[in-house]
């Protein structure tokens, strides 16, 4: 993530699978299933025995920080093919309402 703005941002890093939505599409335009593996980390959200982390992030302007999605744990890209990931996550609220989104990258996955 690129702080573009001329704010300084405050943000959090919790659970990668609750701070970004994921637009995974298969090569077909249709859109991938979620693992079961995603739906028990939301069930266990809902019921309040989720573990996460607690970062505090402080973005000044033009600065940068990663964090890293392991798309392939929260939905179905089991199979051979190619595929479209888009990331998007809620704006700080220095910046108001929205979302951020990502570049749309194309995935391959082979044997």
């Known amino acids: ?17 609750f701070n970004y ?3 995974v599409l298969d090569s077909h335009g249709k859109p991938v299933p979620e693992t079961e593996d995603l739906r028990k980390l939301r069930e266990a959200l ?8 607690n970062i505090l992030v ?4 033009h600065e940068t920080c990663q ?5 392939s744990y929260l939905y179905d890209v089991a199979k051979l ?4 990931v888009q990331i998007e996550r809620d704006m ?3 910046l108001g ?6 570049n749309v990258v194309k995935i391959t996955v082979v044997e």
């Open 21 to 23: 939505r994921a637009k």
């Open 67 to 71: 964090d890293t999605i392991e798309v």
């Open 46 to 53: 809902d019921s309040g025995l989720s573990s996460t982390r």
């Open 97 to 102: 309402l929205g979302v951020v989104k990502s």
């Open 92 to 94: 700080p609220p220095e």
């Open 81 to 84: 093919g190619e595929y479209t």
């Open 58 to 61: 402080v973005l000044k302007p």
């Open 1 to 17: 993530m690129k702080n573009n703005s001329q704010h300084v941002l405050h943000f959090a890093l919790t659970n990668p699978a």
